[in-house]
């Protein structure tokens, strides 16, 4: 595994196909000041076969004050993101709290979210967004 320190855009810049296979940003594309040009970085990366697997806060729709944020947003926002990245798939992340109890070894346990506030997909808290992956893997 390689971690790499650099400034954002002029790394993406670069050729990363040679050394990655994958491009991974968590909770990072919002305080670019230069989204639009990252965006034409990474969807060539990602045309030329690297992986994208982001993720975005929804910001937009909670109306956080965040001072580092140079974008907020939302589902629509985040989608528009997707298109512009060639397609792929996008999931979207709730918080939830819970706690399952079990035997050890015990592989039968299930667990399904029940009684979800604002569980629509416009109410998600982050948006994370897959490109060359295929929809099984995601």
Same mark, same amino acid.
């Given at each position: 595994?390689?971690?790499?320190?650099?400034?954002?855009?002029?790394?993406?810049?670069g050729?990363l196909?040679?050394?990655?296979d994958?491009?991974?940003?968590?909770?990072?594309?919002?305080?670019?000041?230069?989204? +639009?040009? $990252? *965006? /034409?970085? #990474?969807? !060539?990366?990602?045309? =030329?076969?690297?992986?994208?697997?982001?993720?975005?806060p929804?910001s937009?729709?909670?109306?956080?004050?965040?001072?580092?944020?140079?974008?907020?947003?939302?589902? +629509?926002? $985040? *989608? /528009?993101? #997707?298109? !512009?990245?060639?397609? =792929?798939?996008?999931?979207?992340?709730f918080?939830?709290?819970?706690?399952?109890?079990g035997?050890?070894?015990?592989d039968?346990?299930?667990?399904?979210?029940?009684?979800?506030?604002?569980? /629509?997909?416009?109410?998600?808290?982050?948006?994370?967004?897959?490109?060359?992956?295929?929809?099984?893997?995601?």
């Open positions: 595994m390689t971690f790499q320190t650099a400034d954002a855009h002029a790394y993406l810049e050729d196909a040679e050394e990655y994958a491009i991974v940003c968590f909770e990072g594309l919002e305080h670019l000041s230069e989204l +639009d040009r $990252a *965006l /034409e970085h #990474l969807r !060539r990366h990602s045309d =030329g076969g690297v992986r994208l697997i982001l993720s975005v929804n937009a729709t909670f109306e956080e004050q965040n001072p580092h944020h140079v974008t907020d947003f939302d589902r +629509d926002l $985040a *989608l /528009e993101m #997707l298109e !512009r990245l060639g397609g =792929g798939v996008m999931l979207e992340q918080l939830s709290e819970g706690s399952l109890i035997r050890p070894g015990d039968s346990l299930e667990a399904r979210l029940r009684s979800l506030e604002r569980a /629509e997909p416009g109410y998600a808290n982050h948006f994370l967004l897959f490109t060359n992956v295929s929809a099984s893997m995601a």
